[in-house]
């Protein structure tokens, strides 16, 4: 079981966000930008790679937009990343979307 799944069975505790049927939003214990937020969904998918329901895809990324409008980074802009196997730095397999913002964003990421 991974250390997200037992976020969401609320076997550990996180800074919940924004939760929905289909999603959880919590803040990042470890943040890269004054907003830092992962939303996942909850079905246990591994990665983007192994993700085969586009509507859950769907409903991550409008999660993940309503997490930025709530925490007030819409309109000076924020970044929705999927890191996805090793190269990419995933650390926690099961599909997570990272929601960054709050500050400028350096492109391309290192
Ligand atoms: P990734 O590298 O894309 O797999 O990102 C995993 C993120 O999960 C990383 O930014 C740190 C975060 N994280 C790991 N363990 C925990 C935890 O127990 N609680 C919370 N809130 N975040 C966690």
Known sequence: MTIFQKILDRQIPARIV?????CLAFHDVNPQAPVHVLVIPKVAVRSLAEATDAGML???????????????IEDSGYRVVLNTNGNAGQTVFHLHAH????RV??????
């Not at 924004?18 to 289909?22: M, Q, T």
């Open 18 to 22: 924004a939760e929905d049927e289909h």
């Open 58 to 72: 769907g409903q991550v990324m409008l999660m993940a937009a309503r997490v930025a409008r709530e925490l007030g």
């Open 105 to 110: 964003l350096t492109w391309p990421p290192g």
């Open 99 to 102: 929601v960054l913002g709050g």
